[in-house]
């Protein structure tokens, strides 16, 4: 589940990045580009059905 929800994340955040920069808008671009990147930080956290994920992350 946190898969999806960290790309939803990042969906939105690139979103708002790229109408911030449209519209002039920094505040928005900025908080944009911090959503996408907890977005992808979600995304990169090892699943709970995927104990092997943990384990290649060790090595």
């Not at 999806?4 to 708002?16: A, D, E, M, P, Y």
């Not at 519209?23 to 995304?43: C, F, V």
């Not at 092997?52 to 992350?57: F, H, S």
């Amino acid at each position: 589940m946190s898969k999806t929800n960290g790309l939803r994340q990042r969906i939105v955040g690139k979103t708002r990045q790229a109408v911030g920069e449209i519209i002039g808008d920094q505040d928005l671009h900025d908080d944009g580009k911090a959503q996408a990147e907890r977005g992808r930080d979600e995304q990169d956290k090892p699943s709970e059905l995927n104990p092997l994920k943990k384990l290649k992350q060790l090595t």
